[in-house]
């Protein structure tokens, strides 16, 4: 697959015509100084190989994001997405000073959009939440690569729930949801539970029962819930962990009037909720797609994609940059990737705002290619569309990164083009990019003085 370099030369005369040979399609253009004949400026538009390609990192951690990521959608041409959530409660500071004569009302999951604004897909139809109790408890994995003797993502940093996990819970649903998202308002949702449940912990904790005196407890009692979208949702939902699950009880107040009284139970160790995330492409252009198995997009039309929580991002490699810096004399002074989006920045399913680019070797990630002269991860420009057609596109300065191609001790390095960690593990931000005669249009510009 061919990919544009843009190159602009600053040389002699000699150095000039030497280097016309590089080249095997350029639309060239010599410039005088009038103050300085000697001195030319030579502009050329080369072409150089490259290879995109989509693929499926493994093993993404979701748990401990602060966020309850639940939904479904189908985008084309990529499938579709769903996640489900799973958390244990917590009975903390719960005591008994429930009246004699009260009685059990009812008992409500009370969950609140999160202020990230992490909402994608169709809002503008019902969608649909199921509540579960799990029989399964959860527990956090650590993964062991000893046997095989490869490295483990860097984004991999210790025991954690991967979002490919699944955890069982009863097919029997404690209650359920049907409702439409309010775009752009926090509003609470509340999720009617089974009244023989609500009844069975207002009676625990009125008889002062030990499996209300401690999370453990608790958990070998109640080992958690598990909310689930409907099969006909539209859109991924996020909601804050800032869960409460409410009993509610009324009784006779001393003035004889009705009072109402709650119980509150919240979320127990942020560190175990997490989003079971799977994304599924059967019948489409990426059926197939797996850990083990990248498409190039030779096979895929030209066109690859970038997704949250699933893991799937777009490799891009050069395999011509290293000749084309191997050469004597040069000197590179900017180098910029610039991939199109075909995906908008509006309406249901948006381009996500923050890609990064991740340093990866023998096709595992490693590192992070760093905003230039700091420590920091880069986050790619986003730049918008026009209305002359012009699509949206980003951005990422690699001055520093090409520099260090020489340096690399394997020839399997390559860049994976994703969402940062927090986007990676608690949204379904979906980017497709942009084609051009069946090839993805990703460039890298490069400013570089060649001396004699």
Known sequence: MIKYLRIILFATLGVSAAFFTVSCDKDMSISLDNDNLDNLIVTSEDSIAAEVSTVQMPNIPTSGSGVVLVGKFTQAPVGSLESSSYFRLNPAGISNDIPSDATFDSLNLV??????????????????????????????????????????????????????????????????????????????????????????????????????????????????????????????????????????????????????????????????????????????????????????SKNTNGIAYIQGGSGVATEIKFPGLREFLQQEGLAVNQAELEIELESKHVGAFPAAPNPILMISNSGIPRSYVMTPFSNQPQTGIYILGDNTGKKGRYRFNLIEHVKTVLNSETNEQSLFLSLPPALLQSSGFTTVLATEKNKPKVKLYIVYTKFK
């Open 111 to 296: 969950i609140r959009q999160s202020s990230k604004m992490l909402n994608y897909g169709d809002t503008s139809k019902v969608q649909t939440i199921t509540a579960h109790r799990l029989t399964q408890s959860l527990e956090r994995k650590t993964i062991d690569n000893s046997i095989t003797g490869r490295p483990l993502p860097f984004y991999i940093t210790g025991a954690a729930i991967f979002g490919n996990q699944k955890f069982n819970y009863s097919t029997a649903a404690l209650g359920s949801v049907s409702f439409v998202p309010k775009k752009n308002r926090m509003d609470s949702l509340s999720i009617k539970l089974d009244n023989a449940l609500g009844n069975e912990f207002f009676t625990r904790i009125k008889t002062n029962h030990f499996s209300f005196t401690s999370a453990s407890n608790f958990e070998e009692y109640f080992k958690g819930i598990s909310l689930v979208p409907g099969a006909t949702n539209t859109a991924m939902l996020a909601f804050s962990d800032t869960l409460q699950v409410r009993v509610n009880y009324s009784y006779k107040g001393t003035d004889g009037f009705k009072k109402k009284g709650i119980k509150v139970l919240s979320l127990s160790e942020k560190s175990l909720q997490f989003n079971n995330i799977v994304n599924n492409v059967s019948g489409t252009i990426f059926d197939g797609l797996s850990a083990t198995k990248p498409l190039s």
